[in-house]
């Protein structure tokens, strides 16, 4: 009989990404073991203090205060890695999910819509409108950046009414929203969940970073659809 450790939690919270793939991994897993449908993941800036971005290097100050940044060149610059490392860990986990058989043979990726995004539109200013998203998966058509109004600006929850309607949940209606998301289109026909019956796969991820924006604040509400993410560098 092999002996095995029982797994730990990393309680060192100078490990910040570490245990952000450990998260990662195990919502994998969960989904290609059909253990849930649903996982919501919040990355918690305000208990991370001073961290580690890899290996070689730590950051000079907590996250918290990196994200409120106030213009300021060294926080934005050490910002820009932190932020680069995260996308470092969320293109692996579409990277894994892509190559990752589901039970009827298809790609999980296709069968799983992973939403990345803030609850700030700009950290530095506690901005809560004009909010940035990633959609990847779940059978859309991707490769797209759907940008809107930023004065007369589209409800994020239109999003979520598209990603319930493709959940097959009969909606037209959630929190602000009262239709579909223009310009996100199904490349993938049917809902997700069309054969509940026979177990099909029906998962979603949201990614909810607290207090952490991109060194350029974007003040445009965008959606970034992507099929991959090659642009990010290792």
């Avoid at 730990?8 to 450990?22: M, R, S, T, Y």
């Avoid at 059909?34 to 961290?51: E, H, K, N, W």
């Avoid at 994200?67 to 926080?75: A, D, N």
Wanted: charge should be positive; include cysteine; charged fraction near 20%.
């Amino acid at each position: 009989q092999t002996k095995t450790t029982e797994p730990k939690d990393i309680a060192d919270k100078a490990k910040f990404f570490p245990k952000i793939q450990l998260m990662l991994d195990m919502a994998r897993l969960a989904f290609e073991s059909d253990s849930t449908r649903i996982i919501t993941l919040m990355v918690d800036g305000f208990a991370t203090p001073v961290f580690e971005i890899n290996e070689q290097q730590r950051t000079r100050d907590g996250y918290h205060n990196l994200s409120h940044h106030g213009q300021s060149k060294e926080k934005l610059a050490e910002l820009e890695k932190v932020d680069l490392q995260q996308m470092r860990h969320l293109r692996d986990l579409l990277t894994a999910l892509a190559a990752t058989p589901s039970a009827d043979g298809a790609r999980l990726l296709d069968q799983t819509m992973v939403l990345y995004g803030s609850n700030l539109g700009n950290a530095a200013t506690h901005a809560t409108t004009n909010l940035p998203a990633l959609l990847a998966g779940g059978g859309f058509k991707h490769g797209q950046h759907l940008a809107f109004d930023p004065k007369n600006n589209t409800p994020l929850c239109n999003l979520y009414i598209t990603m319930l309607q493709r959940l097959g949940i009969e909606t037209d209606r959630f929190g602000s929203g009262t239709r579909t998301l223009s310009g996100l289109e199904p490349r993938l026909p049917a809902p997700l969940n069309s054969n509940w019956k026979k177990k099909a796969r029906v998962t979603s991820v949201a990614l909810v970073v607290r207090c952490c924006t991109t060194p350029r604040n974007t003040q445009q509400p965008a959606l970034y659809s992507t099929p991959a993410m090659p642009w990010v560098r290792r």
